[in-house]
Each structure stands twice: as structure tokens, then as C-alpha cells.
């Protein structure tokens, strides 16, 4: 990756972080502290690895992302804005009447969306299930889903990682968005899911650790990720809840408080500073 590459990257996170905050305050509702935190990883995603098109949004050819952590709905609908699946200005319409930008993402009215997600482990089951429909298929598209760190206390999900690892995906890589908190405080005191990296490598996938936040790592680590075969891929990625924002960084209240008029000015500077 070189130099203009990397600032392109750190740019277009910058920008759906600023998305992030005028959407969740202009709606006075959602989710900014986990939506922030993914910012890094969805942006390398759509701008450099995904093949997707937003002028063909159903193409069978294309690549899938899941996001299993479907209260994060704001990070990607400010990625798929950007990327040009729908207006900016629609942004502006999140969590209101009338509006396809739901607090959760719904495949049926918002283009570019592979699957409507909220009900935590589903959404990673789906994933399980595209990339077993792919492989059957001998299909060359990828499967790419992030679930959060909290998400992974679901039972459902590791039933799903068996699957995966039993029929042997390589088509498919996961990504935890691992914040550390969830909606009740501390993973680790909520119900800890730790050793996170060496439950994976048992239910017999290969696992890659990054900083969620360094452009050029979860770069390299997709590239690990695609050309790995015979496993499927988890990444787990160390991130801050609320990155970008200093009031909201490493805070669970932020899981899923909207600002308010002046906090959300705040924030806007501190990015716009970035």
C-alpha cells in the first residue's frame, strides 16, 4: 500500500465517522460507540477489497459483507453512502418514519445490503450459509461478516463456526470488532468470552490478530485472510469503542446514547481536526 493509498483509506473512515455522528444526531437515536469503532475496518472493505458495484448492487458475481452486529447499522449505511449505493443526503432520514435507513439493517429497501441483521449470531449464521452456497456452487465470490466482541457470547454463533470449519470454508473471513465493551459494561465481566483468538483456533479456524485501527494491518490481513485456503479466516481486531471521538473512547455508555446538540458540534470538530 502506498503513501496516497493509505491517506484515501484514513479519509473515507474520517468522513463516515463525521457520517456517524450527523446521522445518530439529527435521528437522536443509535448507536455511535461500536459504529465508530469499525469505521477503519468497513472503509479498507469497501474502498480497496470488496468487489461490489453500486450501480449492479444484486450482482450474483459480486462480494457479500454481513454485519452481524446489526445495531452498528450506522457505519454501514454511511460506508454504502459513500460508496454510492444511495444518496448522502439520505443519511439524514435514519431512524425516522418512512425512512429505508432502519435501526437495523433491512436487505428488502436499502441497496447494498446482503442481509437484514439484529438479532445477535444470525447474521453470522447467514454468512456460514452464502459461503457453504458458494463453495457448493464452486462460486469465486467471497463472504466477509464482522460480528462484535459481545455478539460472540451467543450460542448461535458458535454453532455456525463448527459448520464453517467442519465443510472447510476458505471463501468466508470473520471479523470481531473487539472493543472490549458491550452494552452492560466489560466483555470480561459481562460474560468473557477470553481467550477470544484461541477459541477460534479450537473450533479449527485460522486466526490473524490486528489493530483494528492501522489501515495498512487489516489490509494485509484480508489479503492474508483471501489467500488462505482450506479454513475459514477470523480476524480479530483490537479496537477503541468510540474511536475518533475522545469523549466517547472507551466509555459502554456510548454503546447506544445519540448525542445531543452540543456533543455532537464537538465531536464534528475533533474530526474534522483529524
Known amino acids: 500500500m502506498n503513501i496516497n493509498e493509505k491517506k484515501y483509506l484514513e479519509e473515507k473512515a474520517n468522513k463516515v465517522r463525521q457520517h456517524i455522528i450527523n446521522m445518530i444526531g439529527e435521528a437522536a437515536s443509535g448507536h455511535p460507540g461500536g459504529s465508530l469503532s469499525a469505521a477503519d475496518i468497513l472503509s479498507v472493505l469497501y474502498f480497496k477489497k470488496l468487489r ?6 444484486k450482482n450474483p458475481c459480486r462480494d457479500r459483507f454481513i454485519l452481524s452486529k446489526g445495531h452498528a447499522a450506522p457505519v454501514l449505511y454511511a460506508t454504502l453512502a459513500e460508496k454510492g449505493f444511495f444518496p448522502v443526503e439520505e443519511l439524514k432520514t435514519l431512524r425516522k418514519i418512512n425512512s ?7 436487505i428488502k429497501t436499502v441497496p447494498g445490503v446482503d442481509m437484514s441483521t439484529g438479532s445477535l449470531g ?4 447467514v454468512a456460514v450459509g452464502l459461503a ?3 463453495a457448493m456452487d464452486q462460486a469465486d465470490y467471497r463472504v466477509y461478516v464482522m460480528l462484535g466482541d459481545g455478539e460472540i457470547q451467543e450460542g448461535i454463533v458458535w ?14 473471513t470473520a471479523i470481531i470488532d473487539y472493543n472490549g465493551l458491550q452494552i452492560d459494561g466489560k466483555i470480561e465481566d459481562v460474560m468473557s468470552p477470553e481467550p477470544i483468538a484461541d477459541k477460534w483456533r479450537a473450533f479449527g479456524w485460522n486466526v490473524l490478530e490486528i489493530n483494528g485501527h ?7 490481513a484480508f489479503d492474508k485472510a483471501a489467500s488462505f485456503k482450506g479454513q475459514p479466516t477470523m ?8 474511536k475518533g471521538v475522545s469523549y466517547m473512547e472507551n466509555c459502554a455508555d456510548w454503546h447506544g446514547k445519540a448525542v445531543n446538540t452540543d ?3 464537538k465531536a464534528l470538530a475533533e474530526l474534522t481536526d483529524n
Request: no cysteine.
Open 52 to 57: 461490489v458495484d453500486s450501480a449492479d448492487p
Open 235 to 242: 480476524i480479530v481486531a483490537k479496537t477503541v469503542k468510540g
Open 100 to 106: 429505508r435507513l432502519q435501526g437495523h439493517p433491512d
Open 214 to 220: 492501522d489501515i495498512e494491518e487489516i489490509d494485509r
Open 122 to 125: 444470525q447474521g453470522f449464521s
Open 159 to 172: 454453532e455456525a463456526a463448527m459448520l464453517a470449519s467442519h465443510y472447510k470454508l476458505g471463501n468466508l
Open 263 to 265: 456533543e455532537k458540534d
Open 132 to 134: 457453504l452456497g458458494g
